[in-house]
Each structure stands twice: as C-alpha cells, then as structure tokens.
C-alpha cells in the first residue's frame, strides 16, 4: 500500500533509523521506489572528481533517499509528526493533521 500524502515543499520529520527526529523540507518524491529525497537529511557523501571549477576533487555531501514509511508530515502547530486526513473538495484533494485540522494545502 502506498503512502503517498507526502508531497515536494512539504516539511516532514523522520520517525525512523539513524535521521531519526530530524525535520526538513521535501525536495523529491519518488513514487516507484516509495522514496524522498529530504533537503539536509540523509546525507550521504559523494565524491567529486578534479575539475577546473575544484582542483582539490574531494567529497560533496548529497541527500540519500530514505523510505516514506520512515516519515511522517510535521505539523508545524503541533510542532512534532503528525497523522494527515485527506479531505476531497471540488477539484483538489487538501491534507489535515488530524491533530489540529491545521491543513497543509492551502
Ligand atoms: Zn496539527
């Protein structure tokens, strides 16, 4: 079953693995593989190669995907993880927290 009530710009908190309690700001969902990426979360290093923009070479730092069912949508009145209801309204689908009815899409 798919989790997909997390969206890009969303903010979310890890509840899960090493990140774990970690909040940040969603950059990529990858819907086939149930992964995100998480702005400043994850991070893995990746090397770089020399260049002439970096003659040094050396290590960058990028963002690992990590699983939606490590994840939950932070409600930022709440202020921690939050369970989301999915309400249909004409022509768009708007996330609550089901907490506070704070609504993410709007
Ligand atoms: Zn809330």
């Known amino acids: ?36 990426l998480v702005e400043g979360l994850n991070l893995a290093k ?7 923009d970096n003659p040094q070479g050396g290590f960058m730092e990028i963002e690992a995907p990590i699983a ?6 932070y409600c930022s009145k709440c202020k921690k993880g939050v369970k989301v209801s999915v ?5 768009s689908r708007v996330r609550k927290c089901k907490g506070c009815e704070h609504s993410f899409d709007s």
């Open 1 to 36: 079953m798919s989790n997909l009530k997390i969206k890009k710009g969303d903010t979310v908190i890890v509840i899960a693995g090493t990140s774990k309690g970690q909040t940040g700001s969603v950059l990529k969902v990858m819907p086939e593989t149930e992964k995100v």
């Open 46 to 52: 990746k090397t770089v190669k020399r260049t002439q």
């Open 68 to 73: 939606i069912s490590n994840l939950m949508l």
């Open 87 to 91: 309400e249909r309204q004409t022509g």
